[in-house]
């Protein structure tokens, strides 16, 4: 499968607890973005990579989390003193942003349940 | 980014056509239109893109209307397994333009 991975796919914590998630990009993608997405809601952007530079941040994304790319291939979102609001599903997608082509393909995302 | 107007939820009989509207009446000249669905529990799977002429690929066909204002996504033959909530997104292609905007979406029902 050459598709974007993550992991683990389910995380249940307790309050106060940091978790830290990986993503697998599909190989040679450039960009990398996290998204959140919460219960009967679409998915809410949060931050993306241009090869190892964050690039943005959305408001969303508050100082307890924090992701990187070290060498431009895989990433991590750390969350830190996890709260009940964090309870959501964390989405990862990649893409290769080129003069013609950006589509972003995802990954099955991680479910985090903070108790 | 424009803002995209989707039903709430739609159903289909198996083996007929789903046809999805969506609306982009605010729509830049240089806003692709984008369709991602998402079946329960995970993540979003891209179906189809374009820009102003109609497109066709595997999975569905995308209508998009000569003043851009609207399109409509169709499943040739919708199966049980194409029920799933459909998202339209609109947005630019490239440079800063990396996000993707994502509303509530339709969720299309295929009932046997």
């Known amino acids: 499968d050459t598709g974007v991975s993550q992991d683990p796919r389910h995380k249940i914590t307790k309050r106060g607890q940091n978790v830290t998630f990986r993503c697998d990009p599909i190989?040679?993608?450039?960009?990398l973005y996290w998204y959140r997405q919460t219960l009967g809601q679409g998915p809410e952007f949060l931050t993306y990579f241009q090869n190892e530079a964050q690039l943005e941040k959305s408001r969303l994304l508050s100082d307890r989390f924090s992701a990187e790319r070290p060498k431009g291939s895989f990433s991590t979102l750390e969350i830190q003193r996890t709260e009940q609001g964090d309870s959501a599903m964390y989405l990862c997608?990649?893409?290769?942003?080129?003069?013609?082509?950006?589509?972003?393909?995802f990954g099955p995302g991680t479910r985090l349940t903070v108790l | 980014d424009a803002k995209t107007t989707q039903p709430t939820s739609m159903d289909c009989a198996e083996g007929r056509a789903a046809n999805l509207p969506c609306n982009h009446s605010?729509?830049?000249?240089?806003?692709?239109v984008y369709w991602y669905r998402q079946i329960h529990s995970q993540g979003p799977q891209y179906i189809i893109h374009g820009l102003k002429n109609n497109e066709t690929n595997e999975m569905a066909s995308l209508i998009i209307t000569e003043d851009r204002k609207s399109s409509t996504l169709i499943l040739p033959h919708a199966t049980l397994r194409d029920t799933a909530v459909y998202y339209c997104i609109v947005g630019a292609r490239g440079g800063s333009n990396y996000k993707l905007t994502f509303g509530k979406g339709t969720l299309l029902t295929v009932n046997p």
């Open positions: 997608a990649s893409s290769l942003a080129t003069g013609s082509q950006d589509t972003q393909y």
């Open positions: 605010t729509i830049s000249g240089n806003e692709y």
């Open positions: 190989s040679e993608h450039n960009r």
